[in-house]
């Protein structure tokens, strides 16, 4: 019995198109003003005392600038990054620059599973902070409150079975009773692995695979709660 749903965003919530063509431009933009403006914030301090901490030396704010720059340019999953992104899409949010996508049937199924009883749970490769923000700031106004819990990669890589496992230890249930979904083969088999369901959202550039279930949107996906 499924007790718990934990999905993705980037393609399977959410269109890969939003993040790639408004958010991560957005924050490109802004980040070199963002940070001279609030250099002196204890938030941002740390974010810059982190970038020089990975690349080993001490950095000027120009070249962490540069660095988390270059970082942008090679999509890299790194936690200062990530959590300075976050701050600067907020403000965006704020003043409704943006709303943050959701794909219609993802928007109804996940209320209905939530009225159901089930459990609602992100995990993505973006920061805590920055998927809340995303929720907090739809198109359909504020789902925050559906969701149990929110997880990035500090748990693990999302290729990783560890990070799966640390997450089901985090929920409480059983594996069997968690169903991941995501777009990505290689993150559906390490769920898999860590012992959950697993459900495959074959949406825009997914490449579709025989080893999980598959559904088109989220009003495919049949489950029955608890």
Known sequence: MIRAILTDIEGTTSSISFVKEVLFPYAKQRLAEYVQTHANKSEVRKILEEVAEVQGETLSIQQAVDTLTTWIDQDKKIAPLKNLQGLIWEHGYRNQDFYGHLYPDAHTQLKSWHADGLRLYI??????????????????????????????????????????????????????????????????????IAGMATCQLVREQATPCNQHNKAESFLDIQISAN
């Open 123 to 192: 995990f993505s490769s973006g920061s805590v902070y920055a998927q809340k923000l995303l929720f907090t700031h739809t198109e359909f106004g504020d789902l925050s409150p559906i969701f149990s819990d929110y997880f990035s990669t500090r748990v693990g890589m999302k290729q990783d079975p560890s990070a799966y496992e640390a997450i089901t230890k985090k929920i409480g249930y059983d594996a069997n009773e968690i169903l991941f979904l995501s777009d990505i083969a290689a993150e559906l088999d390490a769920a898999n």
